[in-house]
Nanobody, 124 residues
Framework: QVQLVESGGGLVQAGGSLRLSCAAS???????MGWFRQAPGQEREFVAA????????YYADSVKGRFTISRDNAKNTVYLEMNSLKPEDTAVYYC??????????????????WGQGTQVTVSS
């Protein structure tokens, strides 16, 4: 497994932007990566995912057109650029990695390493 550390969360007004980063503890160029989020009292949900090469990307419908996932394999880092933020985007955001042995995809079961999460709060 790979250790993941998220950063970049915080408090922002509606309509604002944030960029989350997720640093991996080792070379992760062969790992599929993803972002999930969990709002208070709700189950964790899928946000975005990117394949090891960056050639395939998935987004949840709720963030499509506003969020952008990207990765820099040289820096072992994956990013989530969040624009036009809404109060309903408030949640703890988790980075996840899918090892080469696991089938990568837009579901929790596709990932086997998780970060501790970073809080994103969007005020109205």
């Amino acid at each position: 497994q790979v250790q993941l550390v998220e950063s970049g969360g915080g408090l922002v007004q509606a309509g604002g932007s944030l960029r989350l980063s997720c640093a991996a503890s080792k070379r992760f160029s062969s790992y599929g990566m993803g972002w999930f989020r969990q709002a208070p009292g709700q189950e964790r949900e899928f946000v975005a995912a990117i394949s090891w090469s960056g050639g395939t990307i998935y987004y949840a419908d709720s963030v499509k057109g506003r969020f952008t996932i990207s990765r820099d394999n040289a820096k072992n880092t994956v990013y989530l650029e969040m624009n036009s933020l809404k109060p309903e985007d408030t949640a703890v955001y988790y980075c996840a990695a899918s090892s080469p042995a696991r089938v990568w995809g837009p579901r929790e079961a596709n990932f086997d390493s998780w970060g501790q999460g970073t809080q994103v709060t969007v005020s109205s």
